[in-house]
């Protein structure tokens, strides 16, 4: 069985940093890319940013590009998500996934962390 366990939420003033991360276990970690998503109250959830397997290629939002970075460490099973310059607009439940890497569609989700920025 599949779990995906995020980690690293909190409530921080605009400006501020945060690094959220997510350990998975129940597949080959390696196998998969891995994405972040967020879902704000009263919205759809969104994509964030994801990384691929083989050459770790990264991808963005644009209202992030520039502000977050994804990374991953296969020998822990993690990927993370540094978020740095937060602004209100950034404050969601963040979930984590595992990504089919042909075509990135989810496998799996995490159960999701809160992130709630203050101006």
């Known amino acids: 069985q599949v779990h995906l366990v995020e980690s690293g939420g909190g409530v921080v003033q605009a400006g501020a940093s945060l690094r959220l991360s997510c350990v998975a276990s129940?597949?080959?970690?390696?196998?998969?890319?891995m994405g972040w998503f967020r879902q704000a109250p009263g919205k759809e959830r969104e994509f964030v940013a994801a990384?691929?397997?083989?050459?770790?290629?990264?991808f963005y939002a644009d209202s992030v590009k520039g502000r977050f970075t994804i990374s991953r460490d296969n020998a822990e099973n993690t990927v993370y998500l540094q978020m740095s310059s937060l602004e209100p607009e950034d404050t969601a439940v963040y979930y984590c996934?595992?990504?089919?890497?042909?075509?990135?569609?989810?496998?799996?989700w995490g159960r999701g962390t809160q992130v709630t920025v203050s101006s």
């Open positions: 990384i691929s397997v083989r050459v770790s290629a990264t």
């Open positions: 996934a595992a990504l089919h890497d042909a075509d990135f569609a989810p496998y799996s």
């Open positions: 129940g597949l080959p970690f390696s196998n998969y890319a």
